[in-house]
C-alpha cells in the first residue's frame, strides 16, 4: 500500500512550526553537474506550464485540506529547477493561494532561486509585488572557466548586476549561492569569485564544495579522465578561505556552509538567515508541492512522484501525488538531530546524546574540534572542516 500523509495523523501537529515548499521543475537548460528534479522548459510542449500551475494549486487545495489545523507558514521557497522560468505573476497566483489556504504569517519570508539571466528591473519589480521579499541567486563562480564546465548559462557578472539592480529596486534580503571544488578551479580563482560576490553587496552567501554525483555529464566526464576531481586538501583550502574572507567581510558563519550578514554587530540578533533552509535544519514541519518535492509532518515524510506528467495526472484525479514515504522512529529521529544540529552554530544540546555518546562529545572538545558551553556542543572552524567525520564518530 502506498503511503499516505494521513499517516502523520496522531503526531503533535500544531506544535512546531510550518513551511512551504514549491519546486518549479523548470529550467532553460540542465547544468553538467545537477542531479536536481529538473527538466528543459524547451523541450516539455507548449502546454507544460499551464499544466504544472494547474497541477500545483490543485495540490495546495488538496494538501491544505489534509492538515487544517497546519499553518500559517513562517516560510514560503520557490526551488527548482528556475522558479523564474515562471511570470512574476503565475509566482504571485501561488504566493496568493498559499496565503488563502494555509496562511502567511505577517514577517513570513517569501523566497525565490533566480537564475541571473531571467531577471531584469520588470522582473525583480514583478516579484516584489507579488510577494517575493527574499532573492536567491545562483552565482557559484566569478570565473568564466568555471562556469564554462559546469555548463552555466550565465555570464560572469550578471549575478552582481542583478543583485545591485535588486538592491536598487526594493530588495531588502539577496542571497547569492557559490560552489567551490570545480574541476580546474585553483585557490586564487575562487578567492576571486568570494570578492566578486561581496561587490555585490549580498545579505548572505551560501558556499558549497562540488558534490559529483552519479548520472551526471560531469561525473562521466570526470570517469572518462577528461577533467581532474578535486582532492579533499585543495577542498579544505578553499573552505578556510572563504570562512577568512566572509569573516573578514562581516559575515557570521550559521551553518557549516552558510554565511549571514549581522545588522546589530557579530554577536546580536542576525534576520538574514536562511529562515526557510533552518527549518529544515531544526526540524519544523513543512509540506513541499510539486513534483519530486518532499514533505515532513509530525515524524512522517513522504516524497512525490518526480515527473512532471505523472505528477499533473494524480493531480487531476484528485489524488495527492505521493510516491512514497516514511515515519521515522526514535533512532532515526535521533540520528537527524544530530546531524543537523552539529552543522549549526547553535550547536547540539548536549541532552540530545546517549549517554554512551556523551563521552565521545567530550573527545570532540578534548580533541579541539569544538567548545562546550551551557550544555551545548559547538564545532569551531577546525571541527567545521571535519563535520562529517565528527557526526559519525558520535552516532557509531
Not at 519546486?23 to 553538467?32: L, Q, S
Not at 566578486?196 to 552519479?214: F, M, N, R, W
Not at 579533499?232 to 578556510?240: G, H, M, Q, R, V
Amino acid at each position: 500500500m502506498r503511503f499516505h500523509p494521513s499517516d502523520a495523523v496522531g503526531q503533535p501537529l500544531a506544535e512546531r512550526p510550518f513551511s512551504v515548499y514549491i519546486h518549479v521543475p523548470f529550467c532553460a537548460a540542465r547544468c553538467g553537474y545537477c542531479d536536481f528534479n529538473t527538466y528543459v522548459l524547451g523541450s516539455m510542449g507548449a502546454d507544460a506550464v499551464a499544466t504544472y500551475l494547474d497541477a500545483a494549486h490543485t495540490e495546495i487545495e488538496t494538501a491544505a485540506g489534509q492538515f487544517p489545523d497546519r499553518g500559517p507558514a513562517r516560510t514560503l521557497f520557490f526551488g527548482g529547477g528556475t522558479p523564474t522560468m515562471l511570470t512574476p505573476e503565475q509566482l504571485g497566483g501561488l504566493i496568493d493561494h498559499v496565503r488563502d489556504t494555509w496562511g502567511l504569517t505577517d514577517d513570513a519570508e517569501v523566497t525565490t532561486e533566480a537564475n541571473p539571466e531571467t531577471l531584469d528591473a520588470p522582473v525583480l519589480d514583478g516579484l516584489l509585488a507579488a510577494g517575493v521579499n527574499r532573492l536567491s541567486m545562483g552565482m557559484q563562480s566569478a570565473d568564466r572557466g568555471v562556469l564554462k564546465l559546469l555548463d552555466r548559462v550565465h555570464t560572469p557578472g550578471r549575478a552582481v548586476e542583478m543583485a545591485r539592480l535588486a538592491r536598487q529596486r526594493g530588495f531588502e534580503d539577496i542571497s547569492l549561492d557559490l560552489i567551490f571544488g570545480t574541476p580546474g578551479e585553483t585557490l586564487d580563482s575562487w578567492r576571486r569569485s568570494l570578492e566578486t560576490a561581496l561587490e555585490a553587496s549580498p545579505d548572505h552567501i551560501s558556499a558549497y564544495s562540488l558534490i559529483v554525483e552519479e548520472g551526471t555529464r560531469l561525473a562521466a566526464r570526470i570517469r572518462r579522465g577528461e577533467v581532474p576531481m578535486t582532492d579533499e586538501d585543495d577542498l579544505a583550502d578553499k573552505y578556510l578561505a572563504a570562512e577568512e574572507i566572509l569573516t573578514g567581510a562581516g559575515f557570521v558563519n550559521y551553518e557549516v556552509s552558510n554565511w549571514a550578514r549581522p545588522t546589530a554587530g557579530p554577536d546580536g540578533p542576525d534576520p538574514h538567515r536562511a529562515e526557510h533552509n533552518m527549518a529544515y535544519w531544526v526540524g519544523d514541519d513543512w509540506w513541499g508541492i510539486g513534483p519530486g518535492a518532499h514533505s515532513h509532518i509530525g515524524e512522517a515524510r513522504w516524497w512525490n512522484v518526480k515527473h512532471p506528467a505523472r505528477y499533473a495526472a494524480l493531480c487531476a484525479d484528485g489524488e495527492l501525488p505521493v510516491d512514497d514515504g516514511e515515519v521515522l522512529g526514535p533512532e532515526e529521529h535521533h540520528e537527524e538531530t544530530v546531524l543537523l544540529r552539529l552543522r549549526l552554530a547553535d550547536g547540539l544540546p548536549l541532552a540530545e546524546l546517549r549517554a554512551d555518546e556523551k563521552p565521545r562529545a567530550a573527545r570532540v572538545v578534548d580533541d579541539g574540534l569544538g567548545v562546550e558551553s551551557d550544555g551545548v556542543l559547538r564545532l569551531n572552524l577546525r571541527g567545521r572542516l571535519l563535520a562529517d567525520r565528527i557526526i559519525t564518530d558520535l552516532l557509531v
